[in-house]
């Protein structure tokens, strides 16, 4: 009673009879598992490559590549949108230079126009005319375009019509340079004084709107019908357009007739003077309004 179960089966000579039967199903089945693994090991490596063939696997850097391919892809969708908006292919461009001038300080101002190449005056000019005068003036009077004599001197109304233009301002107790900024649409001659083109307006335009917000004037003279059309967004006459207060961001704006328009229209010259006095009213109100709340 003493023998262990192994020791009673030793005796019964079962024990090695068992170890024989299982031996070999036990080989068998290390065999097998052994060799299970190897019969299936080439199957995965085929199944690896199926989704190298089908791609599932590559779905990955596929879908990577879209995500590198992004910032490629925006650049197309931004001129798309710049191709919609106009015919022009330069939009972009001018968006870019637009924003730019924006931000210049007068020195820096005065550098670019004196470069610009952006529209085909800068090949018939002899010098460009950025303005003169006081660049915190309360008046700010606005022509067209520089003329010959402005051309080469690189001041605007330096001929027959500055004089005029002088002589209206001292009618009104003003001078050129003393809290006077006198400045064009145009900061290039067109060639013969012809009109200003459309395109040269709205490269130039940048310009005179920087010089707006860096003079801050109380109030703007708009001279003939170019400046009044550009400063205003308007298509409107001259005769339409004056005897009233305009609005240019705040400021205001009155129009009258250029200079060198009312030296080939001498009547025209008694509506001139009484558009100079409605400007010389409305400054007096505007600085009254201006001095009033330090009172």
């Not at 779905?59 to 910032?71: G, I, L, M, T």
């Not at 470069?115 to 009077?141: E, H, I, K, Y």
């Not at 001078?175 to 900024?181: A, E, I």
Request: hydrophobic letters at 40%.
């Amino acid at each position: 009673m003493s023998l262990s179960p192994e020791d009673r089966l030793r005796e019964l000579e079962l024990l090695p009879v068992w170890r024989r039967r299982a031996g070999p199903d036990v080989a068998k089945v290390i065999a097998t598992a052994a060799t299970a693994p190897a019969v299936p090991v080439p199957e995965p490596v085929p199944a690896q490559s199926e989704p190298a063939q089908s791609e599932p696997a590559q779905s990955a850097p596929a879908q990577c590549e879209p995500a590198h391919s992004e910032p490629a892809q925006s650049e197309p969708a931004a001129s798309v949108e710049v191709v919609d908006a106009g015919p022009d292919v330069d939009l972009p461009l001018d968006e870019r230079r637009r924003a730019a001038i924006m931000t210049m300080d007068w020195e820096a101002l005065q550098e670019s126009v004196s470069l610009c190449q952006a529209c085909g005056l800068s090949q018939t000019r002899t010098r460009t005319v950025f303005g003169v005068g006081d660049p915190q003036a309360d008046w700010l009077f606005i022509g067209e375009a520089p003329g010959a004599d402005e051309d080469r001197r690189g001041e605007p109304f330096v001929g027959a019509a500055g004089q005029l233009l002088d002589n209206m301002l001292a009618a009104i107790q003003l001078k050129r340079g003393d809290n006077v900024y006198i400045a064009n649409v145009l900061k290039c001659r067109p060639p013969q004084n012809r009109d200003p083109h459309g395109e040269e307006v709205v490269r130039c335009d940048p310009y005179l709107k920087r010089q707006v917000a860096l003079i801050r004037p109380r109030l703007i003279v708009a001279l003939g019908r170019f400046a009044a059309q550009s400063v205003l967004d308007t298509d409107a006459s001259i005769a339409s357009l004056r005897g009233k207060l305009h609005d240019y961001q705040g400021v205001p704006v009155l129009v009258t007739y250029h200079p060198a328009y009312l030296l080939r229209n001498l009547p025209d010259k008694l509506k001139a003077w009484e558009d100079l006095c409605f400007a010389r009213t409305t400054m007096q109100r505007l600085q009254s309004v201006a001095a009033s709340p330090s009172e």
